[in-house]
């Protein structure tokens, strides 16, 4: 059984940066998709980044990015650690980010659907 805890959120101004951060302990991340997903208040889980499988390992695995932080944040992983750094933030950034894995998930790791395991949130504020 995969843990996930996250963790790096906080309250920020407009225009600044967070690093979140996700450990994965009870397995290695290596066979599983890692995204990251965010959910405010009265609307809809979204998928805003993630790392795809590729030939069944996510070590080299293909990034993904929501349209809304392309150019902003940026997904990467270091052993059974995945972090979201995220720049220039802005007040719809606002919201609990998640982190969740997805064996051998795919290029369609944007889609919360399908994941295995995810992780408590990590509530983020953007305001001045």
């Known amino acids: 059984q995969m843990q996930l805890v996250e963790s790096g959120g906080g309250l920020v101004q407009p225009g600044g940066s967070l690093r979140l951060s996700c450990a994965a302990s009870g397995s290695t991340l290596d066979y599983y998709a890692i995204g990251w997903f965010r959910q405010a208040p009265g609307k809809e889980r979204e998928g805003i980044s993630c790392i795809s499988t590729r030939d069944g390992s996510s070590s080299n695995g293909p990034t993904h990015y929501a349209d809304s932080v392309k150019g902003r944040f940026t997904i990467s992983r270091d052993k059974n650690t995945v972090y979201l750094q995220m720049n220039n933030l802005k007040p719809e950034d606002a919201a609990v980010y998640y982190c969740?894995?997805?064996?051998?998930?795919?290029?369609?790791?944007?889609?919360?659907?399908?994941?295995?395991?995810w992780g408590q949130g990590t509530q983020v504020t953007v305001s001045s």
């Open positions: 969740a894995t997805d064996l051998f998930g795919g290029s369609g790791c944007l889609s919360p659907q399908g994941y295995d395991f």
